[in-house]
């Protein structure tokens, strides 16, 4: 039963992550995303840690991927185009890279033999043992993690605020020329 | 009483990993390279879990959670931070963002 | 008195400082003071401490009354030289030459430089030279000489091309330097032999070892003739014998007096002194005096035959000199070491006397010195052309002048040594002097003039500052001589009398001097005088009256090859040119092209620019293109893992 549940999920996972990886348009590939999410989620829960499948859901699905879709929407992005020139040649080398990194980890466990899953305890499921360590010998990262939240805050506030005065102090060309320069290298290329 | 053994797991977050990091290096959008970056993270996370309960510690778990508080904090500087990029050059197209260019 | 004997270098030196640090900006009165006074004062603490020398000493058979004056020891390491002063019989002879002539001459140049530009650098450039030299003389042992040696070179060198701005004399004075060099390296070598061997440079201790321990032997040579050797290549260079002769007459192209000084009188006598201060040396390696002798001899003859060829009035001079030089070496090589420094003394009146009367024919010719252009300057020019005469007449050996009597003691002392035939080439010599040197006199005094008409009005006798040191120097040629009368013509002969403490005699060998006849002795005293009379007769025949170049120009036709020959020394600059210069540096040339710049400069280069190509290599790294560097991130990650997993 578990394994069935893990082996749908799993195929899932992987799928809807290639569909975020691979699909042209941002939407689209942030809607697989958010199923990527909810499997991950599921098998959190399998796992023995329902409580952050939930946090998964909430946080993850909830608040960032709804964070992406405003800055896409903001920014009016469009579908991808096609790589040029000299950029193309990266996907070559970025598949072998990552079927190495597949085949180590797996050389890792064909050594190592593949060991069960040790059962449940409650203590591991519950709740309450995760906030006591939380709370207890955890509480410093907490407390730092909350900081970090609020330096964040203000971070993304202030990069994203409009400049006090448009065409000061970046040292770029300004916008409306860049437009002219961004379409005239397009027909340029064309 | 589960038949799933823990290097199942841990191979699956390898190849979600993997996928990550391909779109990660590939894709020439911003933003879909921040997807693939969560998707890296992803991957972390559910290796994190995995152990925990491999070794019956909460500790893992409670790594996770830090984890995603920091992904949290990521995403939302970093997409400020396109916005900014954007408004000033109009693309979020990473090869066109080369002003580092030697 | 005596211990005021460190003065006598210093002076000039100091006079040399002051001149050439500040003499641009003092008025030329004041660098004259110096210039002159400098040598003035250096003479009159010279003769002071001659005077004292000699009220100790005359009558005296050994060296034990010498003066030594130690400033101070050098050291470095093990080495230890003192520098140190001796004046005694020896040095005393050379101290008075070179202080008295050198006055002489400075007082001369006063006048003859007077409207130079360059005033205050000729100065001090001459009084540099006095030190020097006086260093060199009063040195007590070699290495002090060879410090004095090497800085008569360097004055030498200054002096010679001290009219920079023209192209010649530049290249006069690099030639005399390093032709002077060749001979200074093998002096520097006999220095180390004697020095390994002995472990001493000083003169009284060398001297007493090397006699005292004979079985030393460098390169399979004895350390005596070895030492003798070594030393009188580095005579060759700087007193001008065959082969290292050549730079003399090209040295000419320095100002007059600086010839009459240097090249005659005293710096390339240096050479002869130091043979004769090393006479022990020389008397324990017979072979090598021989050898000596005959260079002498061949120099003589050969510098000889090219100064009845030449028209310059300073050239024939300048072979003359040579010629004379080479007159001393055979005698010093004979081991008649008091004749060779009797000739030295007289030479240096009579030489100095013809040079400074040539170069009083040249100030007042404007410049000219081709005695094809002058002739009847006696007219014009009475002063001079009187002392010039009385200097040709005694450098030709006419008696009662003195170079009658150091060259008859010369030709003596060869014939009572046996050797004929360096008798019979040194007679031959005796009469080719007599010749060109009344050649050059009738050229130049005689006749109709033949310049131009801007030079003939010219045409004055110089100021007195420079006719005075001709008529004392005349002086000096006519009475120098008699201190060397010998006894065959009623005389003491105190000039060897004076010298005997410092020659060695060796145990089992005979005196140098043999015992002749007074018949015999008599009868050669009149053949070289006949010999001489003949060659001024010969030279009056030809050039004298008003003649002018006409019977000359008929010999030079009658011979065309061999005055072509003589007129350009025998080719053998160009010889040396072909033989040495040229393939020196052709390599030269080699190895600055191929070595220096390509090898050297071009392995630096490459290495340089292979940093350049990786720099540039590396730069295609720096794409700005923020995915290619995560690429990089990712493949440096799996290196990584790789490492991990499988190392």
């Known amino acids: 039963m578990e394994t069935l549940i893990f082996l749908i999920f799993a195929a899932l996972a992987v799928a809807s992550s290639l569909v975020v990886v691979i699909h042209r348009s941002p939407v689209y590939a942030t809607m697989s995303l958010v199923v990527t999410l909810f499997s991950v989620a599921v098998l959190f829960v399998l796992l023995g840690a329902p409580f952050l499948g939930a946090l998964q859901i909430l946080i993850y699905a909830g608040a960032i991927v709804v964070l992406f879709l405003f800055v896409i929407m903001l920014l009016n992005l469009q579908k991808e185009g096609e790589s040029a020139g000299r950029r193309r040649g990266q996907i070559w080398v970025a598949i072998p890279g990552a079927l190495i990194f597949i085949g180590m980890v797996g050389l890792v466990f064909w050594r190592a033999g593949a060991p069960d899953l040790q059962p449940l305890t409650p203590e591991l499921v519950s709740l309450k043992g995760l906030a006591t360590a939380l709370f207890s010998d955890y509480l410093l990262p907490f407390e730092i993690v909350g900081l970090l939240l609020l330096v964040a805050v203000i971070g993304a506030t202030v990069a994203a605020r409009r400049a006090p005065d448009a065409a000061e102090g970046t040292g770029l060309p300004p916008r409306e020329d860049f437009v002219a320069e961004d379409t005239a290298r397009k027909e340029a290329r064309s | ?102 | 008195m005596l211990d005021l004997l460190w003065l006598i270098p210093i002076l000039p030196l100091a006079g040399a400082a002051v001149n050439g640090l500040l003499g641009r900006r003092f008025p030329k009165a004041l660098v004259t003071a110096v210039g002159v006074g400098a040598p003035l004062l250096s003479l009159l603490v010279a003769l002071g401490c001659l005077w004292k020398f000699s009220q100790g000493s005359l009558g005296s058979s050994s060296n034990g009354d010498a003066y030594n004056q130690v400033l101070y020891a050098w050291t470095a390491g093990d080495l230890s030289i003192p520098v140190a002063f001796l004046l005694d019989h020896l040095s005393a002879v050379m101290l008075f030459i070179v202080t008295f002539v050198g006055f002489l001459i400075h007082v001369y140049s006063a006048g003859y430089m007077a409207h130079e530009e360059g005033y205050s650098r000729y100065f001090a450039y001459l009084n540099l030279f006095m030190a020097a030299m006086l260093l060199l003389v009063l040195g007590n042992n070699y290495l002090v000489m060879f410090v004095g040696w090497e800085g008569v070179g360097l004055c030498s060198y200054l002096l010679i091309g001290f009219y920079y701005d023209q192209p010649f004399p530049p290249y006069a004075g690099k030639k005399a330097f390093i032709v002077n060099r060749i001979g200074d390296f093998a002096f520097l070598v006999g220095m180390f032999a004697l020095f390994a061997k002995l472990g001493t440079l000083s003169y009284g201790e060398v001297f007493t070892k090397i006699a005292a321990e004979p079985g030393h032997v460098v390169m399979g040579l004895p350390l005596a003739s070895f030492v003798a050797l070594c030393f009188f290549v580095g005579a060759m260079g700087k007193s001008a014998q065959i082969p290292l002769y050549v730079w003399l007459p090209d040295a000419m192209a320095g100002p007059t007096p600086v010839s009459a000084l240097i090249h005659a009188a005293t710096m390339v006598t240096a050479g002869v002194y130091m043979v004769v201060r090393s006479n022990v040396i020389y008397q324990l390696a017979p072979g090598v005096s021989q050898f000596v002798a005959v260079i002498g001899a061949a120099t003589a003859i050969f510098a000889a035959t090219i100064a009845i060829a030449q028209t310059d009035i300073k050239k024939v001079l300048a072979y003359s000199t040579v010629s004379q030089l080479g007159y001393m070496f055979l005698a010093a090589g004979l081991g008649a070491y008091s004749a060779a420094l009797f000739h030295v003394m007289t030479h240096a009146f009579f030489k100095a006397l013809l040079f400074l009367g040539s170069g009083s024919v040249i100030h007042a010719m404007g410049g000219e010195q081709d005695m094809t252009k002058m002739g009847g300057l006696r007219k014009y020019m009475p002063s001079t052309f009187r002392t010039y005469v009385i200097g040709a007449l005694a450098i030709a050996g006419i008696p009662p002048l003195a170079g009658f009597f150091s060259k008859d003691e010369i030709l003596h002392s060869a014939a009572a040594n046996g050797q004929w035939i360096l008798w019979a080439v040194g007679l031959i010599t005796a009469g080719l002097t007599a010749f060109y040197m009344f050649r050059s006199v009738f050229l130049t005094f005689f006749g109709t003039f033949r310049g131009t008409h801007e030079q003939e009005h010219h045409l004055h006798e110089p100021p007195p500052s420079m006719t005075i040191p001709l008529w004392i120097l005349a002086a000096g040629a006519v009475v120098a001589g008699f201190v060397g009368v010998p006894k065959v013509l009623g005389g003491i002969d105190r000039f060897h009398l004076w010298l005997e403490p410092v020659l060695y005699h060796p145990a089992g060998v005979e005196a140098a001097e043999h015992e002749m006849a007074a018949g015999m002795e008599w009868l050669l005293i009149l053949i070289a005088v006949g010999v001489a009379v003949a060659g001024i007769l010969l030279a009056r025949r030809m050039y004298g009256g008003n003649a002018g170049l006409a019977n000359g120009r008929t010999w030079a036709e009658r011979f065309p090859t061999l005055h072509r020959v003589l007129a350009n020394k025998y080719y053998v600059d160009e010889i040396y040119d072909a033989l040495i210069v040229k393939p020196l540096a052709g390599l030269s040339r080699f190895f600055w092209k191929w070595i220096d710049s390509g090898l050297i400069d071009g392995s630096i280069n490459a290495g340089a620019y292979a940093t350049e190509l990786t720099g540039e290599f590396g730069r295609l790294s720096t794409t700005g293109n923020v995915r290619t560097y995560a690429l990089y991130f990712f493949l440096g990650v799996i290196l990584l893992g790789c490492w991990i997993a499988f190392g």
């Open chain 2, 1 to 102: 009483m589960s038949s799933v053994p823990v290097s199942w797991y841990l191979m699956l977050a390898a190849l979600l990993f993997a996928i990550g990091t391909v779109g990660a290096l590939t894709r020439r959008n911003g933003i879909s390279i921040f997807l693939s970056i969560e998707l890296m993270l992803n991957a972390a996370n559910l290796t994190l879990v995995a152990f925990s309960r491999q070794l019956n510690d909460h500790t893992g778990q409670l790594v996770v959670f830090f984890v995603m508080a920091v992904a949290a904090a990521e995403a939302a500087v970093g997409l400020a931070l396109f916005i900014a990029v954007f408004r000033a050059r109009r693309t979020i197209d990473v090869n066109r963002l080369n002003l580092m260019r030697g």
